[in-house]
């Protein structure tokens, strides 16, 4: 079983929102722990759209999510959340939450590499039609 479940994807219009969360699972504590929400869609690359540091004192967001998407966590519920406003239809995706230890820190965090994070959840799906 994947350390990391994401939820809260769906089908939405344009312009609405989701909330999407990703959880801890099986004894993986998120609080030492950085995590980047990322996004996949058909024929393209994985991209990080928003990561958030262990503490929550250092957040980034990709250039097409920014003053749209907002990223949060909730150590106490081993929870981070990605609330996604103003949805559009190029945000359609499988979106994928991700973890590494902060021990691990390093000067790439803005561009979100998806090599630097080796705890990964299952996807969940975000489709934004009208």
């Known amino acids: 079983q994947e350390p990391l479940v994401e939820s809260g994807g769906g089908l939405v219009q344009p312009g609405e929102s989701l909330r999407l969360s990703c959880v801890g699972s099986s004894g993986f504590t998120l609080d030492s722990y950085a995590i980047a929400w990322f996004r996949q869609a058909p024929g393209k690359e994985r991209e990080g759209t928003a990561f958030i540091s262990d503490t929550g004192g250092t957040i980034h967001y990709a250039e097409s999510v920014k003053d749209r998407f907002t990223i949060s966590r909730d150590d106490a519920a081993n929870t981070v959340y990605l609330q996604m406003d103003s949805l559009k239809p190029e945000d359609t995706a499988i979106y994928y939450c991700?973890?590494?230890?902060?021990?691990?820190?390093?000067?790439?965090?803005?561009?979100?590499?998806?090599?630097?994070?080796?705890?990964w959840g299952q996807g969940t799906q975000v489709t934004v039609s009208s």
């Open positions: 991700a973890a590494k230890h902060r021990l691990y820190s390093n000067s790439r965090e803005d561009r979100m590499p998806p090599h630097d994070y080796p705890y």
